[in-house]
């Protein structure tokens, strides 16, 4: 029979931390409008030296508001935010907010080839990027009959300290190409390109604009299984709810400073990182990217309370070799999700610094956490508890019925930040849900249990499994695993063809520094033999230089996994 988890997990509720929240009926503009009414003067922002009071960031924001009015933009439009972590990322997202449009935070890695189905799909008219690639979003465009109209691009150093000597203190030497970079004016047939500046100059006061909770705000696209990514509808309460309940979770307030890191255009970053730390007017220590030396370097100065992270950003900053001489003193918090933080580093984390990790889980479609451990009762390579408001079950994958605690199945979700459906896609909406009690169900695709007291603990992606010989191996778990081992910096676990098992576990790992010249197959293997299951440890290992990593630092597991399917198809080619 199963057991509802909320009468298990709630015995260990955070104190302060209250169960449900009053149902959002604001806009997210109102948060900054608000925090400019009650703290004007107070810093909001830092930015490689260069500072914003919130009154600052929301006048800025009002004149941007402005100068997309002059554009065309109004209450529904979709308007693509194509950038790395900016100030002009927060105020471009803002003012589309204040105008009651709707953004498309599309991730900066992506080329041309892959940019029109952005652009297609959503229907935007109207897109802000850098300049360093806003070429590939007018490309992208160009190559459509039905592209963008407006591109308004920006330069870094807008943004940057205008003295040269205080600049380059601020920007380390490997990103001064790009930040320093002024390419020409990117150009597409039917395209207007406008220049940041120029529309700030707007003096255009936006029309009221009447906005609720089931009014749309974010166009996020998730990077999907298979085919085509789908855009995720997040109106202006289902974001504002998980806005509220972050900054509730980790305690944030006007006395502390968040670390914001991870890209915005991740549903993390914005979420948890920016609109949090805007509602509740924690100072935001902006990065346009992920750099341990500049990271380090922004914690001690700045005196960052809260870090909102992904694991492998944490690995790669105690892998340091001056860290011992860094000061992280002032971290209060510091938490994340993405992947599992291995126990190994956690434990350091904890013993050197004191500062346990607080692990948590979310998704596009959840508007970011849905789960998330109580602090001060933790527990490693596990989920949490379900969120504010949250109540989460786990289901069995053919039958469809909610298991009982301890039980293997589909991870479901029903609460007040998950999204409202896939954009123009009723069939993969339709597909997504499923109704438990009376209430409708997001189903995650990833697979966990409950734990006897309520966490929820995740085994994998569904679509990762590894069959063994009819053993099920979850890559996560062996990954976790052999992350213990002393010479293993990063690894990432796959099935690799096999004549005898079907499938067979391999592990594709980047060594440390230290280990990089003695660490050898044999020796990883006889070590995970000693640590695992008879099924479960690797029989093969791979060494490599480095892992793909994408923008907010997860793992691209399958881009390592398609590199070996690959092999696998070459090899039963040549011995059919």
């Known amino acids: 029979m199963a057991v509802n988890p909320k009468a298990l997990h709630m015995a260990h509720w955070p104190d302060g931390v209250p169960h449900e929240l009053e149902p959002v009926t604001t806009s997210v503009w109102e948060a900054l409008q608000r925090r400019a009414d009650l703290t004007p003067d107070e810093q909001g922002l830092h930015f490689l030296g260069k500072d914003w009071t919130w009154a600052q960031l929301r006048d800025e924001a009002l004149r941007f508001a402005g100068g997309l009015a002059d554009l065309g933009v109004q209450k529904g439009d979709r308007v693509i935010l194509f950038t790395q972590n900016s100030p002009q990322y927060i105020l471009a997202f803002h003012a589309v907010m204040r105008l009651g449009a709707v953004v498309v935070p599309v991730n900066p890695m992506n080329k041309a080839e892959e940019l029109p189905h952005y652009i297609q799909d959503s229907g935007a008219q109207v897109a802000v990027a850098s300049c360093d690639i806003a070429p590939e ?9 039905d592209g963008l109209k407006h591109l308004i691009t920006f330069n870094w150093t807008d943004v940057l300290p205008a003295d040269p000597v205080a600049r380059d203190a601020q920007v380390p030497e490997v990103w001064r190409q790009w930040l320093y970079a002024t390419p020409e004016q990117p150009q597409a047939a ?83 990182c920016m609109l949090s730390s805007i509602y509740w007017g924690t100072r935001l220590v902006l990065l346009p990217r992920w750099n341990r030396d500049v990271a380090a370097k922004a914690i001690a100065n700045q005196r960052v309370t809260h870090w909102a992270n992904i694991p ?39 013993e050197q610094y004191g500062l346990a990790y607080s692990e948590g889980y979310g998704l596009t479609e959840t508007a970011a956490p849905s789960h998330s451990n109580p602090r001060g009762r933790g527990k490693r390579a596990c989920l949490g508890i379900p969120y504010i408001g949250v109540d989460a079950r ?28 896939y954009w123009g896609n009723p069939e993969a909406t339709a597909k997504a849900f499923i109704e438990i009690d009376g209430k409708t169900f997001f189903r995650s695709g990833d697979i966990g249990r409950i734990d006897e007291e309520g966490y929820f603990f995740i085994s994998d992606r569904l679509k990762r499994m590894i069959n063994a010989s009819g053993f099920k191996v979850w890559p996560a778990e062996v990954e976790a695993l052999l ?61 490599v230089d480095e892992l793909p990593l994408n923008a907010s630092g997860k793992l691209m597991w399958r881009l390592v996994q398609a590199e070996q399917d690959a092999k696998d198809e070459a090899l039963k080619k040549a011995k059919a």
């Not at 053919?398 to 609460?415: A, D, K, S």
């Open 137 to 145: 979003l007018a490309k992208a465009s160009g190559s459509m009959s």
């Open 190 to 272: 039917g395209l207007q390109v406008h220049d940041w500046n120029a529309v700030m100059s707007s003096t255009t006061v936006p029309a009221p604009v009447s906005l609720g909770h089931d009014d749309m705000a974010l166009l996020p696209y998730t990077s999907g299984t298979t085919g085509l990514s789908k855009g995720c509808i997040h109106t202006h309460g289902t974001l504002g709810h998980n806005t509220q309940a972050s900054g509730t979770w980790s305690t944030l307030s006007g006395k502390t400073s968040m670390l914001v890191v991870v890209p915005m255009f991740h549903i993390t970053g914005l979420v948890v």
């Open 312 to 350: 492998t950003m944490v690995i790669d900053l105690l892998a340091m070799p001056n860290i011992d001489q860094v000061d992280l003193s002032s971290l209060e918090y510091i938490g994340g999700g993405g992947a599992p933080m291995p126990a190994a580093v956690a434990a350091r984390l904890f």
């Open 394 to 421: 786990v289901i069995d994958l053919e039958t469809l019925q909610e298991l009982p605690q301890g039980e293997t199945g589909e991870i479901v979700i029903h609460g007040p930040q998950v999204f409202k459906g």
């Open 483 to 543: 992350h213990h081992h002393p010479g293993i910096h990063q690894v990432c676990v796959i099935s690799a063809l096999d004549e005898y098992r079907g499938e067979t576990v391999k592990a594709v790992v980047v060594p440390k520094a230290t280990h990089r010249d003695i660490l050898s197959a044999e020796e990883v293997i006889e070590w995970a033999k000693e640590h695992m299951a008879a099924y479960k440890y690797p029989r093969i290992v791979e060494f």
